[in-house]
């Protein structure tokens, strides 16, 4: 497990700032924007590191990022999401815990809280400011601060196998495999989503929106901002097994 993450106290990106631990046997992992990151263990436990302002540690510290007495009593995790400031964690029974805040101008849930309206959970995901869940109906429910309305698209809808997130918002897969993406702008101008067939995993960048899908065949389809032409797809790239997008 290695990564590089913002070094904020000095303005510029470097390798080894809150490194991550050397851990194997996992089964989820999420980064934040902002320099921390939780993983779940094969065995339902989780792991933290790096730097914690918003009581990410889940033990009631404001700074630092560690493994707190809270945080070793969720021993049935199976997915862990990370918003920018706080972090979603699902249970193999179906709950939710949450703690951390969503935006940085709100109270903080300083320990791992239950989130009672959801049950029967199936899957997470997290934008930045954002997150969403799946139950076992199909049905996506997304909470945290929206700005115009962006995620429309998603919320409240049914007939979802997956959903995924990422910096500008979400984005579903149907049990058809085909996708609805639920994102927008600072200006809150929803970014229209392509039409894609046989999709089984998805991610979503930051504001300029550029997004990743995943076809059962193991062939990649990207959209958006093609920037320093990152939406270029390799010739020779097959058999993928996993994406993402920053």
Known sequence: LNHWTDAMDK????????????????RSICMSGVGWGF????????????????YQSGGGSYQGLFTHPNVKNIKD??????LRYSVMVLSSNGKVHYWGKVTNNEQSVTYPTAMPSYSDIVDIAAANYAGAVLDKNGKVSIFGYEKLNVYANL??????????????????????GE???AAGDKSGNKHATPSLTNVVQAAVGNDKMTGIALHANGTVTVWGTNQFSGLKVPSDLKKVVAVAAS
């Open 11 to 26: 303005g510029y990106y470097q390798p080894g700032i809150g490194a991550a631990p050397k851990v194997s046997g996992l």
């Open 39 to 54: 993983g779940v263990r094969n065995d339902g436990t989780l792991f933290n590191w790096g730097k914690g302002d918003f």
């Open 77 to 82: 995790a199976v997915k862990v999401a990370c």
């Open 155 to 176: 919320k409240e809808k049914t007939g979802y196998k997956a959903i995924f997130g990422g910096g500008g918002g979400f984005v579903g897969v149907k049990t058809n």
């Open 179 to 181: 996708i609805t993406l």
